[in-house]
């Protein structure tokens, strides 16, 4: 007896569907595979090597503001001299961005031209200059951006009687003036200005005044000074705060040492010797003869 093998069979079309539908699916398993397999490699390249044109908004830098070209940079321009006037006279400060003051400044005592600060620059001094710390001198005034030739400048302080010479001072003696026109001209006397012989009164003492005048120094042997006294005070005779006039002689640039002379008798009255106060950071003007050396 001989078994014999069945078969079954499928009809025709049946198993073209078959056929189709497996290989459809290996089909689709193959490219999702492929792309799966792609889109791993392009995100840890992406990872690797991140585009540098793009910048997250949170964490892009921009641009710097913080240096000024040289033309925003503020031009400090030399301010007119104080007149009589029927009314109130413009501060001549600067603000520590450079710019001018506009305040008003009238008559504190009665004197015909005061004191050409306004009440906050009273106390705070100019601000296109600034004290800074001097190795031996203590203090010193340098010039906070470029001043031009005939900047003005008022040192100011409370008058009353002069210290003795062993005693740290940086009093100014006090000339007033004429008490009608505020001037020191006077065709009366010889050379045209009221003298120590008929017009001193007393000294103006910036002490516990908000003053910075008093911390330029006298220039040194190799140097020279860039400002000077006009001997154009503010003030009456024996009122409580009078003031001097200073001027610029030449260009002071940014942080160069504002420097005036003393007298010889300051030094030998205190038997205290000049030296230079230029430093490195603070440079001082030198006379041709120290450049040329």
Known sequence: ????????????????????????????????TMASERGFKIKSNALKSPNKSFKHPTTAKKPSTSKKSASNLPKILPQ????????????????????????????????PIPIPYCDIHLKTGDGALKVVSHPFAGKALVARFDLPPKYRIAYWGIRGRCQSCDKEDRAISFYPPDPITGSNIDSKVDGGRTLKRNNYNGVLNPGDTGDIVQFAACPGPDEKQNMKSTFQYFGLRNGDIGGLEFVTVAKVPKNT?????????????????????????????????????
Request: net charge positive; aromatic share 14%.
């Open 1 to 32: 007896f001989a078994h014999a093998h069945a078969t079954h069979s499928f009809p025709r079309d049946l198993r073209l569907r078959l056929f189709y539908l497996t290989f459809g699916i290996f089909f689709f398993r193959q490219i999702t």
């Open 80 to 111: 007119g001299r104080a007149k009589l006037t029927n009314g109130p006279i413009t501060c001549w400060a600067h603000t520590q961005q450079g710019k001018r003051c506009t305040n008003k400044v009238h008559s504190r005592e009665g004197e």
């Open 257 to 293: 040492q504002l420097l005036h002379w003393y007298g010889s008798e300051w030094w030998s009255s205190r038997d205290l010797k000049r030296q230079n106060v230029g430093t490195t950071r603070y440079p001082a003007p030198l006379r041709d003869s120290a450049k040329n050396s």
